[in-house]
Every structure is written in structure tokens, then in C-alpha cells.
């Protein structure tokens, strides 16, 4: 409880600090995004995968029936399963990052461009009072958070990474992102588009700092080709998602580091993940990839080389 009223307080002392929430905000490489037509596009991707339909009973029997044939609309052309990737998604994702963030009325140019349009006025009744909300709130602190921290924090990706940073990165803040709560893509029309959800636990308060990082990481290095040339030279079966925990190591020891020389406790994502998801990757990682992050002798390569060979195998 001690630890939750810390970082609500650091909350409210960022906020006071002058990080007021616009449709657009920018921050160090980062701009936020509070957009309309992107909230209501995730909030069609998130009940279209939902196993159980959202709670309709406040709308009328005409905008039930307008909202759940959207929703059938989006399960078509998204595909089964995490339709978040389909193509048909990324076309639109794409597509509205070239629409007015607060537009009324806009040209759309994508697949479920009329669905989104027939979905909007419900949408806009119902919920985006409550979203925009949300929205706002969390681009205010996490702006303020990434003027302070954002650009000591890239220079410190950079020399692990041995790799620039981009100058831009558009992060569209929605209610929904995803079954992760976030993702990184390239859009079709040029610039990096990180999508990322106000509304789950694991990127709120401090963690926004965090996995903004985390993120913002998948524009710059693809650590997966170090850890597969590192299977290949050992002839061994190249170790399951262990570029992504190298990638979460990276930002959460990072943004620990930088938090504690500011005498704040932060838990990042990593303690829970090498917990629950890659345990057999913990000691590697920390024995032969946190010495390099300190500043220790040898290549990018050579640590992910060091953390290949020490993980166990049966």
C-alpha cells in the first residue's frame, strides 16, 4: 500500500509539473496521440476478440443491434485468433494515422473504413466520454515523465544498442492495444506507430516510463538475429522469444537504474516475466547481459553470444 500511495503521489506531482494533455503532445522523440477514430478502432479489434461480448444494456435496440453487426464486421475481416497483425487491421491502423485525431466527418482510407463510420455515433455516445478521459490522463503523465527522463533514457538504449534512436515515434494512446495492451509498427505511409492502451494495469504510473522504452526498442535493433546466429554457431535449437526478454531486461534495468539514482522504487516488467513467462532465461540474462548494460568490455554480439550459452538445456 506504501508503494501503490508513492507512485500515485509521483503521479500527481508530474501533473502539477505543467504536462497538460492536448489531442497532440510531444515529448522528447515521442508524440501522443488522443485520437478519436484510433480509440474507436481498438475498441472494435478488443470486442471483436473478446470471449465475452461487452455489456450492451444501456444502449437502445436499434444501436445494439449497429454496434454487434460492427463487431461481426471486424471478426470478418480480421480473421481468427489476434487479429491486431491481419492485414486488414494494419491497413486501417495505418490509414487513421492520416485522419484528424478529432475529425468529425473524415475521408478514411481503409477496409472497415464504413463500418468505423456507422460505429462512431455510438461509440461517441456511450463510451469515448470515459476514454477520452483516460486517454488525457495518462498522455499528461507520461509526457511529463518522458520531457524529464526520455532523452538520458534513449542515450542509454543507444549505447546498449550501439544504434540511433528515431526522431519520431507516434504513440496513439487508446483504451485498448491489443492482447498485450501495446505494439510497435512501421506504417505504410513512413514513421514509426506505437499503439498503447491507458487502460492496463501493466503500462500505468511508472510503467508508462518503462514500456514506452520497451516499445520504442522494436524500432531499433532486432536482437532475434544475434540469439539465431548464436543457435547456428553452437548448433543448438535457437532459444524460444529470448531476443524479446533481452529487449524487457533492457528498458526495465534501465529505467530501474535511472529511478533509483532518483531515490525511487520501481518494480519493472522483467521481475514479473522472468518469473512467470521466461524463468529459465533469469540467471543468463543476469549474469551475462546486465554486466554489459553496467558498461562492461565487449560487442552487443558478444553479450548475446555469453547469454546464449548459458542457458540450460536439457
Known amino acids: 500500500m506504501r508503494f501503490r500511495r508513492h507512485s500515485q503521489l509521483l503521479v500527481l506531482l508530474l501533473l502539477s509539473l505543467g504536462a497538460h494533455a492536448a489531442d497532440v503532445v510531444r515529448a522528447s522523440h515521442w508524440e501522443f496521440h488522443n485520437s478519436f477514430w484510433m480509440s474507436l478502432h481498438q475498441t472494435l479489434i478488443d470486442d471483436a476478440m473478446r470471449e465475452q461480448p461487452r455489456d450492451l444494456g444501456a444502449l437502445k435496440p436499434e444501436e445494439q443491434t449497429a454496434w454487434n453487426e460492427a463487431v461481426a464486421a471486424y471478426k470478418t475481416a480480421g480473421g481468427s485468433g489476434d487479429m491486431t497483425f491481419s492485414k486488414t487491421m494494419v491497413i486501417t491502423t495505418d490509414g487513421l494515422t492520416q485522419v484528424a485525431d478529432d475529425a468529425v466527418d473524415p475521408i478514411i482510407d481503409a477496409p472497415v473504413a464504413d463500418t468505423l463510420k456507422k460505429a462512431a455515433p455510438i461509440y461517441r455516445a456511450h463510451w469515448w466520454t470515459a ?184
Not at 529511478?259 to 521481475?271: N, Q, Y
Not at 532465461?281 to 552487443?300: D, I, M
Open 131 to 314: 476514454d477520452d478521459n483516460a486517454n488525457r490522463f495518462f498522455m499528461a503523465y507520461a509526457a511529463a515523465m518522458m520531457r524529464e527522463a526520455g532523452d538520458e533514457l534513449v542515450r542509454a538504449h543507444e549505447k546498449v544498442y550501439r544504434t540511433p534512436w528515431p526522431e519520431r515515434i507516434r504513440v496513439y494512446v487508446t483504451p485498448f492495444a491489443g492482447p498485450y495492451g501495446a505494439y510497435t509498427t512501421y506504417g505504410l505511409a513512413g514513421g514509426w506507430i506505437t499503439t498503447m492502451s491507458c487502460r492496463d494495469e501493466g503500462y500505468q504510473g511508472l510503467r508508462a516510463l518503462e514500456m514506452l522504452l520497451h516499445e520504442s526498442s522494436h524500432t531499433v535493433v532486432n536482437p532475434n538475429r544475434g540469439t539465431a546466429a548464436a543457435s547456428k554457431k553452437r548448433n543448438i535449437r535457437h532459444p524460444h522469444d529470448l531476443w524479446h526478454a533481452i529487449l524487457f531486461a533492457t528498458s526495465s534495468e534501465l529505467t530501474r537504474r535511472y529511478l533509483a539514482e532518483r531515490g525511487t522504487k520501481f518494480i519493472p516488467s522483467s521481475e514479473d516475466l522472468f518469473t512467470r513467462a521466461w524463468p529459465f532465461y533469469r540467471t543468463a540474462v543476469e549474469n551475462h547481459w546486465y554486466p554489459y548494460l553496467l558498461g562492461g568490455s565487449g560487442t552487443l554480439e558478444e553479450a548475446i553470444d555469453r547469454v546464449v550459452e548459458a542457458i540450460p538445456r536439457k
